[in-house]
């Protein structure tokens, strides 16, 4: 159930038109801006991921909301390995730079690339773009993402292909586990709450919340073939559903608040 007022009072709405949402685009020009200046000299990707890292827990701040992170240990298991969680808004990509601890790439939809800013970042950073409509073109892109995970790069991957337009978990698409069964590397279920209060689909109005990253048990798949691709999505399906509602459950059992 969301916690986000509707309608959102009108307070939220001015304060996100006239500061939040301003602020948000000049911190998004001004990082993708030195991004894209770093990149001819940033072959690594490491100066681009730490402004990458730097705007993400700006934007978080301009939300007026605050990040925990839990299940940290999972994030530090594996120095190579597929994160994949449930995708809520435009907000869970600084969620995630913020929370994980390390450089990644992260696949996204190619309809991000012509966009200002973020997508000379996307392209100049190396992360990459999936078309999830073309097959063809679909199939290239993962093996884009295998050759990044053999040469030691981590991936991050939301299965559901966009976001949702309720908050309730969306069916998978098998590209997270395939890339980690071709790559022989684990995959690792990831939970995003309060994300989708914040700043649900179609909507530019910002509502502070505290925002969770969950991480889960690594699903090993060392051994498997591509054949079992639909059975690892469901496991990892349902490794981010029980997170999720384990989250419901200890919100339903916290303390009412003293008046």
């Not at 681009?48 to 839990?70: K, M």
């Not at 966009?162 to 098998?174: D, V």
Request: charged share 20%.
């Amino acid at each position: 159930m969301s916690g986000r007022p509707d309608p959102l009072p009108r307070f939220y709405r001015w304060r996100s038109n006239l500061l939040q949402t301003p602020a948000f685009t000049l911190a998004t020009a001004v990082c993708g801006s030195i991004s894209l200046l770093m990149s001819p000299f940033d072959k690594s990707g490491r100066g681009q991921h730490r402004v990458a890292r730097f705007w993400a827990r700006l934007c978080i701040w301009i939300s007026g909301s605050n990040l925990t992170v839990r299940g940290e240990e999972n994030l530090r298991k594996h120095p190579v390995a597929v994160y994949a969680s449930n995708h809520t808004s435009y907000m869970d990509t600084p969620v995630v730079f913020a929370a994980l601890p390390f450089q990644f790439r992260i696949l996204a939809k190619k309809e991000l690339w012509p966009i200002a800013f973020i997508g000379w970042y996307l392209r100049r950073s190396g992360q990459i773009p999936i078309d999830t409509v073309n097959t063809h073109a679909t199939l290239s892109s993962l093996g884009v993402g295998v050759k990044a995970l053999r040469a030691g790069m981590p991936l991050f991957v939301f299965p559901e292909g966009g976001r949702t337009p309720t908050g309730e978990l969306q069916p998978f698409l098998s590209g997270a586990a395939y890339l980690a069964i071709r790559a022989q590397v684990p995959l690792v279920p990831i939970a995003l709450t309060g994300i989708y209060d914040l700043l649900p689909i179609h909507t530019y109005h910002f509502f502070p919340s505290e925002l969770t990253l969950s991480a889960g048990k690594p699903i090993e798949t060392k051994g498997l073939t591509v054949r079992k691709t639909d059975e690892v999505t469901a496991q990892l399906r349902a490794a981010i559903e029980e997170m999720l509602g384990e989250h419901v459950a200890e919100g339903k059992e916290a303390p009412a608040a003293v008046p």
